[in-house]
T-cell receptor, first 108, second 113 residues
Framework: KNEVEQSPQNLTAQEGEFITINCSYS?????LHWLQQHPGGGIVSLFM???GKKKHGRLIATINIQEKHSSLHITASHPRDSAVYIC??????????FGAGTRLTVKP | NAGVTQTPKFQVLKTGQSMTLQCAQD?????MSWYRQDPGMGLRLIHY???????DQGEVPNGYNVSRSTTEDFPLRLLSAAPSQTSVYFC????????????FGEGSRLTVL
């Protein structure tokens, strides 16, 4: 079983919809990252958080340390948000563990 | 700023050949790391470095060597390539381990025949 589980694996939405991607992890962590990988393959960091909530534009990330769970929300989704979203954790053994990713498609 | 630069972007090797994937960053980041990305498995950490002269193994280090002689450069060496090393490789850097966002290179697609 992977230490980092994401759901859903695939998500299709209509433009304008509110989107939630979930990440659960089973190890102790010092930080959690949300990454975005576009069809061209490049990876961009969206958020790094160790507690609470962060917001950047239409993106919001939350983390609940006690429940070992994080969510990434996209408000007013747009076709340009179509990408693979990856959750990753810095575990307490100095390793970085990644989820398998959530493939999001936003249709106009 | 160039950010994180990886070369080459594409490489085809024969089994047993050696090669080096180059990674350079111009942000004066202390932490650098290498990952491989395989279909259905997500990204996996190969090796990382928390500063010049310091390297350590990640989840899948076998078959790979690294060195960190300068803050800027963190090359990944395959001494004897195997078909199982066919993958897309990403280099990343950040201000420090567990501190600050990760900056990724564009990736290097390696095929071992």
């Amino acid at each position: 079983k992977n230490e980092v589980e994401q759901s859903p694996q695939n998500l299709t939405a209509q433009e304008g919809e509110f989107i939630t991607i979930n990440c659960s992890y089973s190890v102790g962590i010092s930080a959690l990252h949300w990454l975005q990988q576009h069809p061209g393959g490049g990876i961009v960091s969206l958020f790094m958080l160790s507690s609470g909530k962060k917001k950047h534009g239409r993106l919001i990330a939350t983390i609940n340390i006690q429940e070992k769970h994080s969510s990434l929300h996209i408000t007013a989704s747009h076709p340009r948000d179509s990408a693979v979203y990856i959750c990753a954790v810095d575990d307490n053994n100095n390793d970085m563990r990644f989820g398998a990713g959530t493939r999001l498609t936003v249709k106009p | 700023n160039a950010g994180v630069t990886q070369t080459p972007k594409f490489q085809v090797l024969k089994t047993g050949q050696s090669m080096t994937l180059q990674c350079a960053q111009d942000m004066n980041h202390e932490y650098m790391s290498w990952y491989r990305q395989d279909p259905g498995m997500g990204l996996r950490l190969i090796h990382y470095s928390v500063g010049a002269g310091i390297t350590d193994q990640g989840e899948v280090p076998n078959g790979y060597n690294v060195s960190r002689s300068t803050t800027e450069d963190f090359p990944l060496r395959l001494l004897s390539a195997a078909p199982s090393q066919t993958s897309v490789y990403f280099c990343a850097s950040s201000r420090g381990q567990n501190t600050g966002e990760l900056f990724f290179g564009e990736g290097s697609r390696l095929t071992v025949l």
